[in-house]
């Protein structure tokens, strides 16, 4: 049940969010009006690439070490082949509600050379996800199981941190093929993850210069106000404008 108070209180704060945020009183900060589904899909992408983004940070660069210089190797082993299924399988997820989101605001024909790189970035992310869930995932859970059966038959596999594997492969043949295996796909896996984590960055920077995010200061502002001024006038002097008089 904790689980499901956490995820009410996330959508309890997310429904404060659009309550005071400006499309609920019918205009942006701007003036304009702002379509409601747009608003939504825009909210998809923002929601679901940050969680995906999040997700790969913790994960890669915190998560992964901290477990693996405080559990011993097998326990931290056996806990990433739990964890990786669902992580990818998430950041999938995320990845593809993003494309989706993001193609739809962006449509392909009329989308700008970068929006089309940035949409890039994003079906690269997705595809690098899916490649670890579906084939390197399998692949390095799989060798994994087969490697601790031979190491626990050397005793070997409970220390904490740094394995005692290579001194035992050395006089190990099929240790030392099992590692070379192991190594290889799990390189892999890992540029994989690198490479989708790296393609999530990119599109951040395009999101971080974006309209709702960038910074408007003072000289803007009052730009931004003179040429409403201007347009109110021109609109003024239209309604103004005499009447062709009938030459008859």
Known sequence: ?????????????????????????????????????????????????????????WVTFIGGIIMFKNLPRHQFGNLQSKMFPAYFSMVGVCCAISVAAFGYLHPWKSATMP???????????????????????????????QRHKVEREANIGDEIGWSKNQEAAKTNPKLAAMNKKFGMIHGLSSLANIMSFGSLAMHSWFLAGSRALAWVGPKSVTTLATAKSITKKKSTKKCKSPLPQNSS
């Open 1 to 57: 049940m904790a689980w499901i108070t956490r995820f009410l209180t996330a959508v309890a704060f997310l429904a404060v969010g659009v309550i005071f945020s400006p499309e609920t009183f019918g205009s942006k900060s701007d003036g304009t009006k702002s379509p409601n589904l747009s608003s939504f899909i825009k909210l998809a992408h923002l929601l679901s690439f940050s969680t995906a983004w999040g997700a790969a940070l």
């Open 115 to 145: 929006e089309k790189y940035q949409l890039g970035f994003l079906v690269s992310a997705f595809a690098f996800n899916l490649s670890n869930l579906f084939v390197f995932t399998p692949m390095t859970i799989e060798m994994m199981k």
